[in-house]
């Protein structure tokens, strides 16, 4: 079963506007991440927050946490036309920290 | 560093027959986790191994195992193939913290 759900599952943007995906998930965590899939291809890792972080920065990408909602929000900025992806939060849990991916959000930038 | 391989890239089977697929997570990782994605499923896990034994499993068939060797590479074997078993499917090793790196999968294509 899908332990984070990605909101919107789609979203279409003009190039050069922000982009913000949003994932709520159900169980504590260790860390939360975001993960990036380009058409039938393998993941690529953007970002890490630990449940003790609030906000982190990678480039055009702003990660926040909330652990009391249980919630977590991509911010893209100035999108690109190759921006466009999957988006997927993935949630770090359990004794052996099992892995445990959303639902994703399909971002189109349009040029 | 090479990043993580699977192999084959892509497969065509039919039904009832099995098929064994494989991984070769980077150099120095320990940990192998296999992924299923489906349109429908989204991505599911499947298990984790580390240091040659199984961590984690997720909740699959019996028909799906796997298996890690010394040298950390991996392999998963689905028998008894069931046309709903088409997917890609990824391999991701874990480096620190707690990033996983994934390979470019290998679609399955049950006939």
């Known amino acids: 079963s899908q332990q984070g759900e990605e909101d919107p599952q789609a979203l279409s943007i003009q190039e050069g506007e922000n982009a913000t995906m949003n994932c709520s998930y159900k169980?504590?965590?260790?860390?939360l991440q975001w993960y990036r899939q380009n058409s039938g291809r393998g993941l690529v890792h953007l970002i890490l927050?630990?449940?003790?972080?609030r906000e982190k920065h990678s480039g055009r990408l702003r990660v926040t946490l909330d652990t009391s909602k249980k919630s977590s929000s991509l911010l893209i900025t100035a999108s690109r036309a190759a921006d466009t992806a999957s988006y997927f939060c993935a949630t770090n849990s359990g004794g052996y920290q099992k892995v445990t991916f959303g639902t994703g959000t399909k971002l189109q930038v349009i040029p | 560093k090479a990043g993580v391989t699977q192999t084959p890239r892509y497969l065509i089977k039919t039904r009832g027959q099995q098929v064994t697929l494989s991984c070769s997570p980077i150099s120095g990782h320990r940990s192998v986790s296999w992924y299923q994605q489906t349109p429908g499923q989204g991505l599911q896990f499947l298990f984790e191994y580390f240091s040659e034994t199984q961590r984690n499993k997720g909740n699959f068939p019996g028909r799906f195992s796997g298996r890690q060797f010394s040298n950390s590479r991996s392999e998963m074997n689905v028998s008894t193939l069931e046309l709903g078993d088409s997917a890609l499917y990824l391999c991701a090793s874990r480096g620190i913290p707690d990033t996983q790196y994934f390979g470019p999968g290998t679609r399955l294509t049950v006939l």
């Open positions: 169980t504590s965590i260790n860390n």
């Open positions: 927050i630990r449940s003790n972080e």
